[in-house]
């Protein structure tokens, strides 16, 4: 993949990964199944409980799996841009009356009514244009949200740069979501994904009223 990727590219990067590795988190640019599930687990730590999710580039829907492992049993709704992953997920979950899968396009607006929109690994490959991207899926995430939203990014903190990948300076992220978004965001920037590993992303978490 080059370093400046268009819709078109990435579709086709994914639908590339997901032929050469099938239903895995490999398919879905992740090292291993422990780091993808590590940033599931501390997206979903943005409630004690929860009622409703939708997720912004679900991928295979894993997150689901993985939130079914820990006790949920509300609905879920995932969106994704690459026909594949989403044909692949609504046939998973074909059984389950609690999943919706849909194929999402470009920045269409988001399905509302979900407590919770989350969204895992989406802001990490570099784009003509990362930070306009950034901010407009987090306006759409937010504007669909009823409670609030819960994702992740690179951070500008790191050592060694992935040309590939976009970094970016977590506290810019901070103040777009406090002053431009008009929420009460959460910075959690104290986690590594594996045991010793480096912090080289943060997460967010943005309600939309202050917490008591
Ligand atoms: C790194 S993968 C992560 C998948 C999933 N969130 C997970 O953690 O298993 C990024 C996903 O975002 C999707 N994606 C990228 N841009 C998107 C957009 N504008 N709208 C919806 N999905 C998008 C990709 O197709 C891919 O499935």
């Given at each position: 993949m080059s370093n400046e990727t268009g819709q078109s590219e990435l579709i086709e990067h994914y639908q590339s990964l997901l032929a050469k590795h099938g239903d895995?988190?490999?398919?879905?640019?992740?090292?291993?199944?422990?780091?993808q599930i590590a940033r599931f687990k501390i997206l979903s730590e943005i409630a004690p409980e929860l009622n409703s999710v939708l997720d912004v580039g679900c991928g295979l829907g894993h997150l689901y799996l993985y939130l079914k492992s820990v006790g949920f049993s509300g609905q879920y709704v995932g969106v994704d841009i690459?026909?594949?992953f989403a044909e692949m997920a609504a046939k998973n979950f074909k059984e389950d009356p609690n999943v919706t899968i849909k194929l999402a396009s470009g920045l269409d607006p988001l399905p509302t009514g979900c407590d919770f929109v989350m969204l895992s690994g989406v802001f990490n490959n570099r784009m003509p244009d990362n930070k306009s991207f950034m901010e407009a899926t987090l306006h759409r995430m937010f504007t669909a949200a009823e409670k609030g939203i819960a994702f992740n990014a690179m951070t500008s903190y790191v050592d060694y740069h992935d040309d590939n990948l976009y970094y970016v300076d977590p506290m810019e992220v901070f103040a777009f979501c406090k002053n431009e978004l008009g929420g009460h965001p959460v910075l959690r920037h104290d986690y590594v994904l594996?045991?010793?590993?480096?912090?080289f992303e943060f997460a967010v978490y943005v309600y939309k009223e202050p917490q008591y």
């Open positions: 895995s988190p490999q398919a879905l640019q992740y090292r291993d199944a422990e780091t690459v026909p594949e594996s045991e010793g590993g480096f912090p």
